[in-house]
């Protein structure tokens, strides 16, 4: 195994105007080191290296909670979608994002640095044709902390998806399920 580029990049907590599509066609097909270091350019140099090489490719996301993990692999994910030329109606970013809300929920709580923190790592695969052209994609999600199911730290809580089940615990398809208010709930701390 060998590693091949690493990018360090700074969450600046605002939108910036370098993730659109004239960024990303700015990038696409440039050699590493001929513009300025972005992710655009760790996933343009993948994309080739899987072109010219025909060999599965890594991109590895790491940082702290806040970092900005999630929105980094959605801009690598848009990166790919857009110069494979996809041609699924819907951008298979949208497709695999569009179980997000469903994941946070389950894997996410709120921290003292955070309010949406992940308490879990993903793996997403992203497979290509042999035009590589994106026809599908695979997410897993490993190492929930369990521990925050029975504690928290001072000022944090729980998973989301507690306080959403209790907010919805008076509505009839969850009133078998005798939920209460989430401050009733010896679990959870708000």
Do not use: W
């Not at 990038?27 to 590493?32: D, E, H, L, T, V």
């Not at 959605?74 to 809300?101: C, I, Q």
């Not at 001072?154 to 009839?172: T, V």
């Amino acid at each position: 195994l060998a590693a091949g580029i690493i990018l360090v990049a700074i969450n600046p907590y605002k939108q910036l105007p370098i993730y659109g599509d004239a960024i990303i066609h700015a990038y696409s097909g440039q050699n590493m080191g001929d513009m300025d270091p972005h992710i655009f350019a760790v996933a343009e140099e993948s994309y080739k290296q899987m072109a010219r090489n025909n060999k599965n490719q890594s991109i590895i996301v790491s940082g702290e909670s806040g970092a900005g993990k999630t929105v980094s692999a959605r801009y690598t994910m848009r990166y790919f979608a857009t110069v494979s030329k996809s041609s699924s109606n819907a951008r298979v970013e949208d497709k695999v994002l569009a179980s997000n809300p469903i994941t946070e929920a389950v894997g996410n709580a709120k921290t003292t640095r955070n309010d949406n923190s992940s308490r879990f790592g993903k793996y997403t695969e992203i497979s290509f044709d042999q035009n590589y052209q994106i026809i599908g994609a695979n997410m897993r999600t490993y190492l929930l902390e369990k521990s925050r199911v029975v504690f928290q730290s001072e000022n944090e809580r729980n998973y989301h998806i507690f306080y959403q089940l209790c907010a919805s615990a008076m509505q009839p398809e969850y009133e078998h399920l005798k939920l209460g208010r989430c401050q009733e709930n010896n679990l959870l701390f708000t």
